[in-house]
């Protein structure tokens, strides 16, 4: 059987809101992938922050489905359970860690300046993202199954790379793979240890010490004391706290019509209710003005024309906030295409 958050692609093109399954013209299935993949990135994001509150074992659906400002509904169709999502949300922090480390481009670089500078990607990651730290690295440890798994797959995919330095020199040979393990589990517990405390010293500080740790059996004690000896870098920025999102506070529930409807206000400034309808699917021409109306209400949309009398046309512009919230929903769509293409 297929769960229902691996059918959340097809599920997003077909449903019509209505418990109905249509067919729909093709742009309207790329929109509706677009709002799929929105909803999904804020209900990660919102995960994130439900169990940094909350702690893992403790953070249920609707702390998630809250911090996202989306339904539970909604949830159900993207994701199977709550695992699923914390399963997806684990996976995104490791993948985020990983594109800081490629970004080093340490691929040619010998054993040792690799070992460093991908353990300082790493801690500098943590240093800017204290609250992602955490989660990846504290709550993961209180994950379920398949959480515990992709943990420990991570930390084989550094012991792997660390097991490298036996081929450094002689003293290589008086060691096995499970030193590379020992070495790998000890750095994971000192940062452990370090973020559960929330320590104000940045991670970054680490580095020479957890170096000299790990030079020390395969390169010997005069390797060991370079790397200790060597100046920490400078402690990472943290992120500089991003403007609010204007989807978390929104009056009313984001919808693929609602986005749609947006999207052709966005798109032909002025529009009509039957223009905006014909953009955004809807034939029914009480029920775009409904939608509009509601639109109007929360303040996302304004009728610049005379519609509210009589004989006069209406003539839909975006507000400020109707602008922003737009704006948001084209980011969040391209980030999401953007780290599937990478």
């Known amino acids: 059987m297929v769960s229902k958050g691996k059918l959340a692609g097809k599920a997003a093109r077909a449903y019509n809101g209505n418990g109905k399954v249509v067919v729909v013209p093709a742009a309207r299935e790329e929109h509706s992938d677009r709002l799929a993949d929105i909803q999904r990135s804020r209900l990660i994001t919102g995960a994130i922050g439900a169990i940094e509150r909350h702690g893992y074992a ?27 999502c914390l399963i997806a949300m684990f996976a995104n922090l490791v993948e985020l860690i990983a594109v800081d480390v490629r970004a080093a481009e340490l691929e040619h670089l010998p ?15 943590f240093d800017r993202e204290p609250a992602l730290a955490r989660v990846c690295v504290v709550q993961a440890l209180r994950g379920g199954p398949q959480v515990l798994e992709l943990r420990e797959r991570v930390l084989a995919g550094l012991a792997a790379v660390v097991d490298e330095g036996r081929a450094e020199g002689p003293r290589g040979k008086e060691h096995t793979p499970m030193t590379a ?79 749609r409807v947006l999207e052709g206000v966005a798109t ?75």
């Open 58 to 84: 403790q953070t249920t659906v609707a702390h998630i489905t809250a911090r996202a400002s989306v339904s539970r509904r909604t949830f159900y169709e993207l994701f199977s359970s709550r695992e699923e």
């Open 181 to 259: 393990e020992g070495l790998v589990g000890a750095a994971f517990a000192i940062v452990y240890a370090r973020l559960l405390r929330e320590e104000r010293a940045p991670l970054t500080g680490l580095l020479g010490e957890l170096m000299a740790m790990i030079a020390l059996p395969y390169l010997g004690p005069a390797a060991a004391r370079r790397e200790l000896a060597r100046p920490a870098p400078a402690p990472a920025r943290r992120a500089r706290r991003a403007e609010q999102d204007p989807l978390r506070d929104m009056p009313i529930r984001l919808t693929y019509r609602t986005a």
């Open 268 to 342: 032909y400034p002025a529009a009509s209710n039957r223009r905006i309808g014909e953009f955004a699917g809807i034939a029914d021409p009480g029920q775009i003005s409904r939608l509009v109306r509601r639109l109007e209400r929360v303040g996302l949309v304004a009728n610049v024309g005379g519609g509210h009398a009589k004989g006069e046309p209406n003539a839909w512009t975006l507000t400020d906030w109707g602008e922003r919230v737009t704006r948001s929903l084209h980011a969040h769509a391209s980030r999401e295409r953007e780290r599937e293409a990478a």
């Open 111 to 125: 054993w040792r300046q690799r070992v460093r500078g991908g353990l300082s990607a790493i801690l500098a990651f």
